[in-house]
């Protein structure tokens, strides 16, 4: 007698939400004694190397609404374009930087903020380099997979049209997403999911 064989069925997806802030951002949902201070709220300490910026922006959705339930995480290079990491060859990074961070937006306004430093130029393939540029990482609830893009300096247009990923990008028109504002030491950054203004993200 052939035995039946009984196929699994996919499991249906799920998205990010909506309760990504208890995990990744317990003492901001008022949740303690998980973690003394949540997970990459600061990168920087009273000896970090470089010069002193703030990024701060919004993420918004299809209709212009700011999303105020997301999570962003960022990593970038130290001022000398030397990344905390183990597999950092070239070098060692800044040990009063950390490299990485993450903040939920805000419930009042939907704004992120992070202090940090400007990055240094990082090498890319065939000696080329790649522009000052921070990475971010955004979950919220509707979405199924975290999205990925980058962040580069209005300040730096010479190494921005050097940058092989900006070169990249076909439309050259879309290079502005990911392009920062600036007033002095601060810089805007609003990640447009959709629409006519949507942001570039990447999958590389």
Not at 84 to 108: H, I, K, L, Q, Y
Not at 179 to 191: C, E, H, R
């Amino acid at each position: 007698m052939v035995q039946k064989i009984g196929y699994l069925r996919e499991t249906p997806s799920q998205t990010a939400g909506p309760y990504v802030h208890i995990g990744l951002a317990p003492n901001f949902c008022e949740i303690g004694g998980v973690y003394d201070a949540d997970l990459g709220i600061s990168l920087i300490n009273d000896r970090t190397l470089g010069e002193r910026i703030t990024v701060k922006g919004r993420i918004f959705d299809g209709a212009g609404a700011a999303v105020k339930d997301a999570v962003v995480e960022i990593w970038q290079a130290d001022s000398a374009g030397l990344y905390n990491s183990p597999s950092e060859m070239r070098g060692t990074a800044d040990p009063n930087f950390v490299g990485w961070g993450r903040c939920p937006t805000s419930a009042e306004d939907g704004v992120f903020r992070f202090e940090t430093v400007k990055p240094g130029r990082v090498p890319y393939k065939h000696g080329r380099w790649m522009a000052p540029h921070i990475t971010l990482w955004i979950v919220a609830r509707g979405i199924n997979i975290g999205l990925h893009t980058r962040m580069y300096f209005p300040d730096e247009a010479e190494a921005n049209a050097e940058d092989p990923l900006l070169a990249r990008i076909e439309h050259r028109d879309r290079v502005a997403t990911l392009i920062a504002s600036q007033d002095g030491s601060i810089y805007t950054f609003d990640v447009h999911l959709q629409g006519d203004k949507e942001t570039v993200f990447l999958d590389i």
